[in-house]
């Protein structure tokens, strides 16, 4: 079910349970040009998840009413050997993305319109697990002290030629919300942003190296 503003039961949120069961869809889905959809049947119309990584030649498409919500656990998306997802320091580095995209002539998109477009929420204005501070406030505190925040980015595409975002919302990123590196036929399409605009390095879209 749709969780209370925006946070699930603990037990979930140290454990997103709907990680294995999205990525090994995923995962069986890619290099057949099909897509792994992620339906909404009311009441629950929620998906709360760890980090998930999209390959070539396949979508993943948020049905109608339907959210994907990103883990607020900083450990899951914390790089080996990295600083610590989640905290303040002299490198941005230490965070995978909630959504990586590997491979070319893939995308994500959203089914339904208005309210009630697909959605991917990165709830960048909630608490992190175990603390008081949310991932804004990370990123706020580091550019007071002119240091980097260690969050992680919403969607990041690297060497993904010809990725397709179409008819999607994607909202409170804890960094920026799309960013695509080192690609090219990169192509947007009903795209929504959906974050306050007070916060920090919450860029919607951010280019890299890319043609």
């Not at 946070?7 to 990680?19: G, K, L, R």
């Amino acid at each position: 079910p749709a969780p209370t503003d925006e946070v699930f039961p603990d037990a979930d949120e140290s454990a997103p349970p709907d990680t294995a069961r999205i990525q090994a869809a995923l995962t069986a889905c890619a290099g057949t040009g099909q897509a792994v959809v992620l339906a909404a049947g009311p009441p629950d119309t929620a998906f709360l998840s760890a980090p998930l990584t999209i390959g070539a030649d396949e979508y993943l498409v948020i049905g109608a009413g339907a959210t994907l919500y990103a883990s607020r656990n900083a450990a899951d998306y914390q790089i080996t050997g990295d600083p610590t997802c989640g905290s303040i320091g002299t490198s941005s580095s230490g965070c995978n993305a909630f959504i990586t995209v590997t491979g070319v002539n893939s995308g994500i998109e959203g089914e339904g319109f208005g309210e009630h477009q697909g959605r991917i929420d990165g709830r960048g204005g909630q608490d992190i697990l175990g603390t008081s501070t949310s991932w804004w406030q990370v990123a706020a505190t580091a550019t007071a002290e002119g240091l980097k925040q260690v969050n992680p980015r919403l969607i990041q595409a690297t060497d993904a030629n010809n990725l397709t975002i179409y008819n999607l919302t994607i909202a409170n990123a804890a960094k920026e919300h799309l960013y695509y590196k080192n690609g090219g036929g990169l192509v947007v399409w009903g795209l929504h942003v959906v974050t306050p605009d007070n916060t920090y390095n919450t860029d919607g879209i951010d280019f890299d190296s890319s043609a």
